[in-house]
């Protein structure tokens, strides 16, 4: 008994050095300016500032967390941490890529590193004006972009060396969407890059063959009024034939753009939607880290419940090692389409990449996944180790895992 007690208390001490609290800011002068979360209230972030050499550095990360396509689905989310800055913990685990200790995070331990709290269920990409007084609904994610990074500038992030954005999931989606956006409202010589954890989700067809994400993002972009985030650059390069017609189909349903010249534009917009369609626009250095096999987008693109309705990928979606023969068949094939997508992400020296072949998302702000003696490697290298010798221009990275299950280095997800 007493040989448990001590290995219980070893683990909580490990715990405790590997990870810290940090509590939240609410940026309540944002309110006046609109910039709001779903349910009104004030955007929030949690900062541990730098200090040393790393004062004029800033580290930028939005959190992940999904989208509400529509109104019933944002109303599920509005009165949650999701939806709401009043229903969020006071405090957030700090660890990985945002700990303050160079044994765990090496390049950006003694930056300013910001995590920013995801309530508006668009990427931080909305701006819809009109609120119903039925919902109190806000689409207002554009806005608190702006309004935080503002704030970020008047704390100090206008005399940066060193700038970063970057985000997981949706987040990771974020940094991709605004990344030039982002360059564009730093000072110019300022060293300002990108970095999307788990954002790159492809336009891939259901296990039945439909074309389910598609009409999704369709949504997300006429119930948020996304269309404002574009990159003028991307939307003028892009013709409205790059968009598959179910695409079309799905498109032709959304009733308020009924005028041609918008239509035409919401197609666009839906397909740059898409990092693959985007990435060759973005003009600021930008590193993707990616699971060929991301969970999330086998349970929500590959094989979601309205492509699976008896079930059968249930346990393979839970976990992998419970996948069957024909299941890892089309995780392969997936993992394929996957890799195509990336084609549009040149070999330039700015640009990095780390895609292994785990069963995860998101892998930067968890320090098992981050950097630790077991953490993934590719390469023989972590994915603390790629980005910052990316980020200091030690090195390039650019690696590509081999299929599932050959790396024996993964922590692949497990969900109950």
Known sequence: MMRVCIVLVGLLC??????????LTFLDTAVAQGAVCLDGSAPAYHMDKGFDAGIDNWLVFFEGGGWCNNVTNCLARRDTRLGSSKQMLTTETFSGMFHNKPKYNPDFYNWNRIKVRYCDGASFTGDVEEVDPKTNLHFRGARIFRAVIEDLLAKGMKNATNAMLAGCSAGGLTSILHCDNFRSLLPANTTVKCLSDAGFFINAKT??????IEG?????????????????????????????????????????FCQNSKLTFLIVFCSVFFPQNMVQYIETPIFLINAAYDSWQVKNILAPGVADRKG?????????????SAQ???????????????????????????????????QTGIQETWL???????????????VGDWYYERATFQKIDCPYPCDKTCHNRVFE
């Open 14 to 23: 490990l715990l405790s050095i590997e990870a810290y609290e940090v509590g």
């Open 207 to 212: 296990i039945i063959g439909t074309s389910h």
């Open 216 to 256: 999704f993002y369709a949504d997300v972009v006429k119930t948020h009024g996304s269309a404002k985030v574009l990159s003028p650059a991307c939307t003028s390069k892009m013709s409205p034939g790059l968009v598959r017609a179910d695409a079309l189909k799905n498109t032709l349903k959304v009733d308020f």
């Open 312 to 324: 059968t990928w249930r346990d393979c979606k839970l976990d992998i090692t419970k996948c069957s």
């Open 328 to 362: 890892l068949n089309i995780l392969q094939g997936y993992r394929q389409e996957f890799l195509k997508a990336l084609t549009g992400f040149d070999n330039s020296p700015s640009r990095g990449m780390f895609i292994n072949s785990c069963y995860s998302h998101c």
């Open 372 to 386: 630790r003696n077991d953490s993934p490697l590719l390469s023989n290298t972590t994915i603390a180790k790629a």
